[in-house]
């Protein structure tokens, strides 16, 4: 039989942790990703990685943690293997911490991350100006390595990569059979998709190898996450701006905020400074969509709109993509039958 031709359009996490899900469950398929950009120049590798959830609106609370349960188990299990210093996959353990105690204690994750408990009073003498803390354990990968794992991932399966700009879906039309649409905010353009939009984040990357617990702001805007090679300084959260300009205000306000939680800080050294914009929408989209033009037709699946919590959902959402995407194949190897008929 005719393999499955699929073609994964992003090659950021979504679009990588999409294809290699596809390529280990859906036996005789070839996958090929195509991108215009490729690590360390996705938006995925500005991010800091760690996995807290975002709640998203737009979708009901028990699915979003199926994906994250189902994320946290599968980098679990890279963390507890001999692929962990290569991944980039770690725990790190540390607080988030509040200025008012959240109506929502403890929040929907927090039985799947280790160890979530209150934070003592004598923890949160360390904190002055926050009235209430929560601690616990949870996972991180470290960009570019994990995207670089996940490449390599793929290509151990026999998928390729291919550098590439897509202006229209239609283009892969005579190539594949099913096209998985990972492009982020290129949705905007590729799908007119105008509820897409960004939301601009800067952050500064640090040596201070003595930080080794992560301290989160309740609101999210303040954050401090060490990686195995830097400490990830949070950050901004700035709607609709399309600016990749690092602005050297902004900097000087986050690594205020940084010091005040942790004022070791003020000795970090090599300061770099990232932009990316995360691509939010209401909801994550995450369903099929048959594109009819004349008498043609193009299968799609669609994974993206994850905003600011791509890694905490990354390989639940790749999974229910993927498992749409067998759905197409079925239909698809079944209409080939039928032909030989």
């Known amino acids: 039989m005719t393999k499955a031709k699929i073609a994964v359009v992003g090659a950021g996490l979504m679009g990588l942790s999409t294809a290699v899900c596809i390529s280990e469950s859906i036996p005789g398929c070839s996958v090929t990703v195509i991108a215009d950009r490729f690590t360390p120049n996705t938006t995925s590798d500005v991010a800091a990685g760690i996995l807290i959830p975002h709640v998203y609106p737009g979708k009901p609370v028990h699915q979003q943690k ?37 109506e929502e204690k403890p929040p929907f994750w927090s039985d799947v991350v280790l160890g979530f408990r209150s934070m003592t009073e004598k923890e949160m003498k360390k904190f002055p100006q926050h009235k209430f803390g929560q601690a616990f354990s949870t996972l991180k990968c470290d960009c570019p390595p994990y995207l670089l794992w996940l490449e390599k991932r793929l290509k151990e399966n026999g998928g390729r990569v291919h550098a590439r700009k897509i202006e229209d879906l239609w283009e892969l039309h005579s190539d594949y059979d099913v096209i998985v649409n990972c492009s982020g905010l290129g949705s905007r353009k590729l799908m007119n998709d105008r509820e897409i939009h960004p939301i601009r984040g800067q952050v500064l990357k640090v040596q201070a190898p003595w930080v080794r617990h ?5 609101d999210g805007l303040t954050y401090i996450y060490p990686g195995v090679h830097d400490v990830t300084l949070g950050g901004t959260r700035q709607k609709d701006d399309w600016n990749l300009s690092p602005d050297p205000n902004t900097s000087k306000g986050i690594l205020r905020r940084c010091c005040a939680l942790e004022p070791s800080l003020h000795a970090a050294q090599d300061v770099k400074v990232r932009v990316g914009l995360r691509p939010a929408r209401s909801a994550v989209r995450l369903q099929k969509e048959e594109l009819v033009r004349g008498s043609e037709k193009l299968p799609v699946v669609h994974n993206y709109g ?14 229910e993509a993927t498992r749409l995407v067998k759905e197409y194949v079925a239909a698809l190897e079944m209409s080939r039958c039928k032909a030989k008929l």
């Open 306 to 319: 994850h905003s600011g919590g791509g890694f905490s959902v990354h390989q639940g959402t790749a999974r």
């Open 214 to 218: 992560f301290i989160r702001d309740g």
């Open 66 to 102: 199926q994906w994250f349960r189902e994320t946290f188990d599968y980098l679990s299990g890279i963390c507890n293997s001999s692929q962990a210093s290569e991944a980039g996959v770690h725990l790190v353990s540390g607080w988030q911490i509040f200025k008012t105690v959240p």
